[in-house]
């Protein structure tokens, strides 16, 4: 039995070192990733429910690793939320987001919105106020046309700090959406308090809503919730026409899925504008 249990112990010690070496591996390989500049943006479009047109792009980062190939964002933001790499990570996605929308606006293309996600890290980076506007005023992008993306977890955290990062920002004409709404922890009286302008209906919500009675009313007090806060609401996750409809009978205001388009190269977006502007 004592023999077993070192064997046991031996097996997790070496299951455990495997991990940590994976670990420090993908650390290793993040770090210079960063410094070589490996990464990439893909964009999603955002549609207006009502009349069908292109109002945003969400940024949505993706490493294009060496060896590997394209790495999806689960598979690293956290690390690099953990080692601290998201600030100067956060700061490429958010020139490149910003440049590639001016470039846009100046081939003359509908003039759309860049919505961009900001982690936990970057928000508590007392130079955050100064990066965003440092990046405006490179890339020459209107601040109008830049959504940032929080989450409940990031602002409940410290609410009246973020109230005090959130207003200062909104004053300079940034807006903000709330992400993933509805899977974090949030207070409702803090809700009506934070300068926000839109609320995403998380995926996890929407994927079931013509099928599941619980997401349906969790969908609609949502959209209901936004409204009689003079919130834009937006649903995340779109793959089926089923669930479109559903969500423009219920006045959603925009959609963003699979339905429309997935997330795409920068070339692809500006196909999808014209195409979209001709309809
Ligand atoms: P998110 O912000 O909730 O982004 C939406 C995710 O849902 C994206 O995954 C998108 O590709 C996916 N998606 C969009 N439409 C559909 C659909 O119809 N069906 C399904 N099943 N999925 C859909 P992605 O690009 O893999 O990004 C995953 C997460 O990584 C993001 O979730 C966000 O939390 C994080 N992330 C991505 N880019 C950045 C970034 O630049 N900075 C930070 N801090 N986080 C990022
Ligand atoms: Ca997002
Ligand atoms: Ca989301
Ligand atoms: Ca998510």
Known sequence: ??????????????????????RLNLERDLRQAVER??????????????????????ALVRWRQPEQGIIPPDEFIPLAEETG????????????A???????????????????????RQFREPGLKQTILDMLAETGLEARFLEMEITESMVMFDP??????????????????????????????????????KLKID??????????SNDAAITNAVIELAHG?????????????????????????EMQGYLFSRPVPAEDI????????QL
């Open 160 to 197: 009246e700090g973020a109230i005090a990062v959130l207003d200062e920002l909104q004053q300079q004409g940034i807006t903000f959406a709330m992400d993933d709404f509805g899977t974090g922890y949030s207070s409702l009286n803090y809700l009506k308090r934070f300068p926000i302008h």
């Open 85 to 96: 790499l998201i600030v100067q990570l956060g700061k490429w996605v958010l020139r490149e």
């Open 229 to 253: 806060l003079k919130l834009k609401v937006i649903a995340e996750g779109v793959e089926t026409e089923e669930q479109r409809s559903f969500l423009r009978a219920h006045q959603c205001d």
């Open 37 to 58: 500049n490996e990464f990439l943006l893909h964009y999603q479009p955002q549609i207006n429910l009502t009349n069908g047109a292109i109002i945003g792009v969400e």
């Open 270 to 277: 500006v196909n999808l504008l014209i195409a979209n502007n």
């Open 1 to 22: 039995a004592k023999e077993a249990g070192r064997n046991t112990f031996q097996f997790y010690a070496a299951e455990m070192n495997q991990r940590l070496l994976a």
């Open 203 to 212: 995926q996890s919500f929407v994927r079931n809503i013509t099928t599941d």
């Open 98 to 120: 910003c440049r590639q929308a001016r470039a846009w606006h100046d081939a003359g293309l509908p003039k759309i919105g860049i919505s961009v996600n900001l982690s936990a």
